[in-house]
Nanobody
Framework: QMQLVEFGGGPVQAGGSLKLTCVGD????????MGWYRQAPGKERVLTSS???????TNEDSVKGRSAISQDNAKNTLYLQMSDLKPEDTAVYYC??????????RGQGTQVTVSS
C-alpha cells in the first residue's frame, strides 16, 4: 500500500505557471510508472503526463510543450511543472502510481483553477 499526497494546486490566471507536488510514503521508483491524471468538471479522468521506470515520458497532446513531469526518488516525490496555463486546464489533478502487475494507487487530488 502506498499513500500519495498532492500539493500545489490553487487559483491561477491564464498564462501563469504552477508546480504540483506529490509525496509518496513509499519508494516511488518501484512502480512501473508514476503519473498525473486530471478530471475536469463533467468530464472523465484522463492521463496527463507519465514517467516510466525506464525514464521515458509521455504527455497528453493538450499539455505538450507546456508541462514537465519529473521525480526525485530520494524524496519519493513527483512533480508536474505547468506553464502557459489555459482555462481548459482547470481540473482536479491526481497523482498516480501504476504497478507493473496491474492496479496502483491514487492520491486524493488537488484542484487547479485557471481564470481568463
Amino acid at each position: 500500500q502506498m499513500q500519495l499526497v498532492e500539493f500545489g494546486g490553487g487559483p491561477v490566471q491564464a498564462g501563469g505557471s504552477l508546480k504540483l507536488t506529490c509525496v509518496g510514503d513509499g519508494d516511488i521508483s518501484d512502480p512501473c510508472a508514476m503519473g498525473w491524471y486530471r478530471q475536469a468538471p463533467g468530464k472523465e479522468r484522463v492521463l496527463t503526463s507519465s514517467i516510466y521506470s525506464d525514464g521515458s515520458i509521455t504527455n497528453e497532446d493538450s499539455v505538450k510543450g507546456r508541462s514537465a513531469i519529473s521525480q526525485d526518488n530520494a524524496k519519493n516525490t513527483l512533480y508536474l511543472q505547468m506553464s502557459d496555463l489555459k482555462p481548459e486546464d482547470t481540473a482536479v489533478y491526481y497523482c498516480a502510481a501504476d504497478l507493473c502487475e496491474g492496479g496502483g494507487y491514487r492520491g486524493q487530488g488537488t484542484q487547479v483553477t485557471v481564470s481568463s
